[in-house]
């Protein structure tokens, strides 16, 4: 089992719709990130949270350490926002990145 | 201040050649990660530099190795290349052991093996 898992793998969304993506990790970690990943690889860091919730414009990440589970949210969602999602985390004690498969979101017009 | 910058954007090499990826910190950053992301997959941890030296490591054969220099920027080395080697190799900077601060990626370099 991967230490971080995402789902869905794939999202298709009509424009304007409420997206939701999953993240769940088995481990204890330091921190979580939401990074952003467009076709031809460069990948962005959209949030790094370690409790609560974040919000950036449409973007919204929440995540609860007693779970081990975040959730990174978009609101009205626009074809613009089509991309590869993917969660990380650092765990304790750790100094790398340990990511999920990632989730492919398609939004349409 | 510039990103982080990665060369060559694209290579092919052979099975059995060696190939060398070069990364540029980000300016004011002393940490260095590399990964591999293989098709359809998430990045995978090869291993991170942080003042020259190596400060972790992860399931990766001794075939791949690396090099932070002082002004922290960094190679990748990957001897006898086999077709499993095809990826996505990304570089990370961040501002100390990465433990929770942000890691800033470059634009990758995509290796094909043959």
């Known amino acids: 089992k991967n230490e971080v898992e995402q789902s869905p793998q794939n999202l298709t969304a009509q424009e304007g719709e409420f997206i939701t993506i999953n993240c769940s990790y088995s481990?204890?970690?330091?921190?979580l990130h939401w990074l952003q990943q467009h076709p031809g690889g460069g990948i962005v860091s959209l949030f790094m949270l370690s409790s609560g919730k974040k919000k950036h414009g449409r973007l919204i990440a929440t995540i609860n350490i007693q779970e081990k589970h975040s959730s990174l949210h978009i609101t009205a969602s626009h074809p613009r926002d089509s991309a590869v999602y993917i969660c990380?985390?650092?765990?304790?004690?750790?100094?790398?990145?340990?990511f999920g498969a990632g989730t492919i979101l398609r939004v349409k017009s | 201040e510039t990103g982080v910058t990665q060369s060559p954007t694209h290579l092919i090499k052979t099975r059995g050649q060696q190939v060398t990826l070069r990364c540029s910190s980000q300016s004011g950053h002393n940490t260095v990660s590399w990964y591999q992301q293989a098709l359809g997959q998430g990045p995978q941890f090869i291993f991170q530099y942080y003042r020259e030296e190596e400060n972790g490591r992860g399931n990766f054969p001794p075939r791949f190795s690396g090099l932070q220099f002082p002004n922290y920027s960094s190679e990748l080395n990957v001897n006898a290349l086999e077709l499993d080697d095809s990826a996505l190799y990304l570089c990370a900077s961040s501002t100390d052991s990465g433990r929770t601060y942000e890691q800033f990626f470059g634009p990758g370099t995509r290796l094909t093996v043959l």
């Open positions: 481990v204890g970690i330091s921190a």
């Open positions: 990380a985390v650092t765990p304790w004690g750790g100094n790398k990145l340990v």
